[in-house]
């Protein structure tokens, strides 16, 4: 049950302070906004966007940006009027101009910011590297901001501010899409993205419950949104194991299952750690999960894993091995032995196993010689929002980055 509007009503009821930079995108093609946003946000920054040059004073003075990105581009898009905007609104940050280079209005437009006062950027020209728009964000990157303090989740819960990001899983011997890992986020307005280590609340705390629920309620929406757009394809999601020991929470998580004809269960992870500590009480909860189209898998399994040995049943769907046992295993032989070990473990059983934290191609070559059969990590794709996901993931083939 979310909080009401009497016990906490939808103001900022903490973080008041500015602790993150924000960059105004202005143009008016909506998937230039939205390519420069993502890229933006990637670096660390929040965004707001605008998409006519009349429209900047309202949006210069409800989000206060500390830098605008205009794009310059041959369809008519009055820069000009943007730069009058910008100037009668007594814009005192750095604006930078992203157009192709051949474009003869973007040194024209380059000359009319610098004549009207502006403090412009050295261009950026179109394609361009990230580390080169970072390079060109660097001065509203230069002061590290301090650590936010620890969140108050009931008024974050309340104001909408947690989302879901969703990072890739593949398939090792065919390069293919085969799932993602729901990661719950908080958006601040003001800080920015906020780690999940300032607001993912103990066992004890009231708030874990609610919390758990809204991973729920929006894995499940974002499913409907990916089938409904784009295709089907296997989520997983990350629950304490205090949650799952209600006795009442298994049928609830299982009547808010999708009743639709392409959905073909739900993964839910928990942590290793906490399955090892209760290996009785998680067996017989992934057995009975199972009857309801839902998978428990063993997450960040490590040096826990020689207690899965002398288990006659294994009603696990999956093991993800942790990241530090996959980091460097292409040179640390007992890293690789642990591995081996575990996805042997995971054959006999006849369940699937993930590689965690995968960031190098010989990291990738290493995890896949010892047969793990998928792998998740930076060098597949980081963690992203749920329409960029839907874009990028769900649309193409996934390309390993460099």
């Not at 940006?65 to 794009?71: A, E, M, R, S, T």
């Amino acid at each position: 049950m979310m909080p009401d509007s009497e016990t906490h009503p939808p103001t900022r009821t903490f973080g008041h302070r500015k602790l993150v930079s924000r960059v105004c995108v202005v143009t008016h093609q909506p998937h230039v906004r939205t390519f420069l946003c993502d890229a933006i946000e990637e670096i660390g920054l929040l965004t707001s966007e605008c998409a006519e040059p009349e429209a900047l004073p309202l949006v210069l003075a409800a989000d206060h940006p500390d830098l605008v990105v205009i794009g310059v581009t041959n369809d008519g898009f009055a820069v000009d009027l943007a730069f009058d905007r910008l100037a009668q609104s007594l814009f005192a940050g750095p604006v930078l101009l992203i157009g192709h280079a051949d474009l003869l209005s973007l040194s024209a437009a380059l000359t009319r910011g610098k004549a009207l006062g502006l403090a412009m950027l050295p261009v950026l020209t179109t394609p361009y590297r990230h580390r080169d728009l970072r390079e060109r964000l660097s001065a509203v990157l230069s002061i590290e901001p301090p650590d936010p303090p620890p969140v108050d989740v009931a008024g974050a819960l309340h104001s909408g501010w947690f989302e879901l990001w969703y990072q890739p899983k593949m398939e090792l011997r065919s390069f293919e899409l085969c799932g993602a890992e729901a990661l719950i986020r908080l958006r601040h307005p003001t800080w920015g993205v906020v780690p999940p280590a300032y607001f993912i609340p103990d066992d004890g705390d009231p708030h874990f419950r609610a919390l758990s629920e809204f991973v729920i309620e929006q894995a499940v929406a974002d499913w409907h949104y990916f089938v409904d757009s784009y295709r089907s394809v296997e989520l997983a999601i990350n629950l304490p194991l205090a949650y799952l020991k209600d006795p009442a929470s298994l049928g609830e998580l299982a009547r808010r299952l999708p009743r639709h004809p392409a959905f073909r269960g739900l993964i839910v992870e928990i942590n290793g750690t906490e399955v090892a500590r209760e290996l009785d009480t998680t067996m017989a909860i992934a057995r009975q999960a199972r009857f309801h189209n839902i998978g428990i898998s063993i997450d960040d399994l490590g040096a826990e894993w020689p207690q899965f040995l002398a288990i006659d049943e294994f009603p696990f769907v999956e093991i993800k091995v942790d990241r530090k046992f996959v980091s460097d295993c292409a040179e640390d032989k007992l890293k690789q032995l642990v591995c081996r070990r575990i996805v042997e473990l995971a054959e006999g059983y006849g369940v699937r196993t993930v590689a965690e934290g995968v960031e190098t191609r010989a990291e990738f070559l290493a995890v896949r010689e010892i047969g793990f059969h998928m792998v998740q990590g930076f060098l597949v794709a980081k963690p992203m929002g749920v329409k960029k996901f839907a874009r990028t993931a769900l649309r193409g083939p996934i390309v390993l980055g460099p």
